[in-house]
């Protein structure tokens, strides 16, 4: 009777037994699974949400007074739009957003005019515009407090400095200058300040550092002071610190409780490996008796553990899945579809479980293996 | 010692318990020794290495004149394969296989000849059936059936009718006695009293 046989004909006969050991062990893939999935899901929401608190770093021409600039809100001093393109090979800050800034009266009122373009990835990146607002040229989007104090509607031609633009956008109540801000396509208003090809604020988001222990700063003035000579480069530390900080408290967690996660489940697999060896010592001791070779006994033992083991991984792995597919869409409303089934996961599992099965079943076989034989048919 | 199967000087201990001691025996192929003693006595413990199972605490083995504990595992477990039959009181089947895969368990085992030897021990309409559907004497006759598919020339009952019923014993015992009358060696452990072998014509009786 040959090796295979006999495996499937025990599991045949202990069908419960093996059933309970595949559901067991699918269970532990599942939460190994549904663990690294939803912590890859967590890391990316916190990433995202994050991402959405706004830019924090400013880059500002030089000479730019700071008094100035955090009293009034834009820089008097400009720099040339070309500085966007040295910085599409650095490395510390993405996400770049050109302005050219100015407060300018329309009607009674002061306002913040803000020319704004697309933003630019660095390294040519290809994302999701998030910062950009960027108005089709001869349009403008205008803040709820301009509009309401001015009683400006949507699709209604608004006079910025002598120049007829309309209102596409009005935009919601956001409780910060936005609300008495106008945006306006970057060009238009280089044109209407007659300030052709210059900028006098690009905003961008601060990269992760490698190294948690690096300044930021110096890491920041080191890369990009040489590509923009005299510019002044602030780091909104509130918003960069809690980024920085966010991240790193969620990786350290991960980092701890993965391999917790994995071991815990491994061992709960090595152990059904081992008590089902156990179990089974009376059948090593016939096959002994019978003159099995030591390899063959091996493999029917073996055979068996990384039949089920393989088995579940499969089984668990779906499960994990299905079960993260009914809740994803609650738990991550911004990144639950990309991270519902990752094949790359499947294969591990399909490797890693038998494999811890096989590390498990391998220590007491081997103990059972290399003792006499006589031991094994003895009543317990 | 140039017998079938010698021992010298045999002693066995579990642990400080030694169950075996300095025990001398010479056994001709052919022939059939009853091994009596008490529950405890180390019947089970003479029978495991006297079957390669065990290795002796101290003392020499021989069979066919080779010492068994000087080969390496897998020339033993050949040994085994090609000249050791066991039969246990305990039976030992395994419980996922029927009766006629369980009698061709052992390696050399010839599905034809092991059909031939179940229906000579009236298993015939019992080929498919589990362990757990036979009753104790069939279980021990397909354990024979088992023992002496692969035509051993050493055959080492422990206790084969110790849960048997008189018939199933007789069987059994018919069994061994036939498997001597062959050429075969039998050497068989017993608690039994003497009378309950009265139809045994032991060559060799020992006293543990």
Same mark, same amino acid.
């Given at each position: 009777?040959?090796? !295979?046989? +006999?495996?499937?004909?025990?599991?045949?006969? =202990?069908?419960?037994?093996? &059933?309970?050991?595949? /559901?067991? $062990?699918?269970?532990?893939?599942?939460?190994?699974?549904?663990?690294?999935?939803?912590?890859?899901?967590?890391?990316?929401?916190?990433?995202?949400?994050?991402?959405?608190?706004?830019?924090?770093?400013?880059?500002?021409?030089?000479?730019?007074?700071?008094?100035?600039?955090?009293?009034?809100?834009?820089?008097?001093?400009?720099?040339?739009?070309?500085?966007? !393109?040295? +910085?599409?090979?650095?490395?510390?800050?993405? =996400?770049?957003?050109?302005? &050219?800034?100015?407060? /300018?009266? $329309?009607?009674?009122?002061?306002?913040?005019?803000?020319?704004?373009?697309?933003?630019?990835?660095?390294?040519?990146q290809k994302k999701k515009q998030v910062y950009g607002m960027a108005p089709e040229s001869g349009t403008v989007f205008v803040g709820a407090d301009v509009a309401r104090e001015l009683q400006l509607q949507l699709n209604q031609k608004l006079q910025l400095l002598g120049q007829e633009l309309e209102i596409v956008v009005i935009l919601p109540p956001?409780?910060?200058?936005?609300?008495?801000?106008?945006?306006?396509?970057?060009?238009?208003?280089?044109?209407?300040?007659?300030?052709?090809?210059?900028?006098?604020?690009?905003?961008?988001?601060?990269?992760?550092?490698?190294?948690?222990?690096?300044?930021?700063?110096?890491?920041?003035?080191?890369?990009?002071?040489?590509?923009?000579?005299?510019?002044?480069?602030?780091?909104?530390?509130?918003?960069?610190?809690?980024?920085?900080?966010?991240?790193?408290?969620?990786?350290?967690?991960?980092?701890?409780?993965?391999?917790?996660?994995?071991?815990?489940?491994?061992?709960?697999?090595?152990?059904?490996?081992?008590?089902?060896?156990?179990?089974?010592?009376?059948?090593?001791?016939?096959?002994?008796?019978?003159?099995?070779?030591?390899?063959?006994?091996?493999?029917?033992?073996?055979?068996?553990?990384?039949?089920?083991?393989?088995?579940?991984?499969?089984?668990?792995?779906?499960?994990?899945?299905?079960?993260?597919?009914?809740?994803?869409?609650?738990?991550?409303?911004?990144?639950?579809?990309p991270v519902v089934f990752d094949s790359t996961l499947l294969l591990q599992a399909m490797w890693l479980a038998p494999a811890f099965a096989l590390v498990a079943a391998a220590l007491p076989l081997a103990f059972s293996l290399s003792h006499d034989p006589a031991h094994d048919l003895q009543p317990k | 010692m140039s017998a079938f199967l010698a021992v010298?000087?045999?002693?066995?201990?579990?642990?400080?318990?030694?169950?075996?001691?300095?025990?001398?025996?010479?056994?001709?192929?052919?022939?059939?020794?009853?091994?009596?003693?008490?529950?405890?006595?180390?019947?089970?413990?003479?029978?495991?290495?006297?079957?390669?199972?065990?290795?002796?605490?101290?003392?020499?083995?021989?069979?066919?004149?080779?010492?068994?504990?000087s080969l390496s595992a897998s020339e033993r477990a050949q040994l085994r394969a090609q000249d050791v039959g066991f039969v246990f009181q305990t039976m030992h089947l395994l419980p996922f296989l029927n009766v006629l895969q369980n009698a061709c368990l052992p390696i050399r085992a010839d599905p034809q000849t092991a059909k031939a030897m179940l229906s000579e021990l009236g298993l015939t309409d019992r080929l498919d059936h589990k362990p757990a559907q036979l009753s104790v004497g069939e279980r021990q006759r397909v354990a024979l059936a088992r023992a002496l598919l692969p035509q051993p020339k050493l055959l080492l009952a422990d206790e084969p009718t110790g849960n048997l019923d008189d018939v199933n014993s007789g069987r059994v015992i018919d069994g061994l006695i036939q498997f001597q009358q062959m050429g075969g060696t039998v050497i068989l452990a017993t608690h039994s009293p003497p009378s309950a072998l009265s139809r045994l014509q032991a060559t060799q009786q020992l006293s543990l």
């Open positions: 009777m040959n090796t !295979l046989q +006999l495996i499937w004909l025990e599991l045949r006969h =202990r069908s419960a037994s093996a &059933l309970l050991t595949v /559901i067991v $062990v699918s269970l532990a893939v599942a939460t190994v699974h549904f663990f690294q999935l939803t912590a890859r899901a967590s890391e990316n929401e916190t990433r995202m949400i994050q991402r959405d608190a706004g830019l924090n770093l400013l880059i500002l021409p030089a000479g730019t007074d700071l008094n100035h600039y955090w009293a009034q809100g834009y820089s008097q001093q400009t720099m040339p739009e070309e500085f966007m !393109l040295k +910085l599409e090979d650095q490395q510390v800050a993405n =996400r770049l957003v050109p302005l &050219l800034q100015r407060r /300018i009266d $329309v009607g009674m009122k002061k306002v913040m005019l803000t020319g704004i373009a697309p933003e630019v990835f660095k390294g040519g956001a409780g910060t200058a936005d609300d008495v801000r106008i945006y306006a396509a970057l060009a238009d208003v280089q044109k209407l300040l007659n300030l052709p090809g210059q900028i006098n604020e690009i905003q961008a988001l601060e990269c992760h550092c490698e190294d948690p222990t690096e300044d930021p700063v110096r890491a920041l003035t080191a890369e990009l002071g040489p590509l923009l000579p005299g510019a002044k480069i602030v780091r909104r530390n509130d918003l960069a610190d809690a980024r920085r900080q966010q991240r790193l408290l969620a990786e350290g967690f991960l980092a701890i409780a993965t391999p917790i996660v994995v071991l815990l489940c491994g061992l709960l697999v090595a152990a059904l490996a081992a008590l089902n060896l156990r179990e089974r010592r009376p059948e090593i001791g016939v096959f002994h008796a019978l003159g099995y070779p030591r390899s063959k006994i091996a493999s029917i033992f073996i055979g068996r553990i990384l039949l089920i083991a393989f088995f579940a991984a499969i089984v668990g792995s779906m499960l994990s899945s299905f079960f993260l597919d009914q809740v994803a869409a609650d738990l991550f409303k911004l990144t639950s579809k | 010298e000087n045999l002693s066995h201990s579990y642990g400080k318990l030694e169950v075996l001691a300095q025990m001398n025996l010479q056994i001709e192929a052919g022939e059939f020794v009853v091994v009596r003693g008490a529950s405890g006595s180390g019947k089970s413990t003479l029978l495991s290495i006297l079957g390669c199972m065990l290795r002796p605490s101290a003392g020499m083995v021989q069979l066919k004149g080779v010492d068994p504990f």
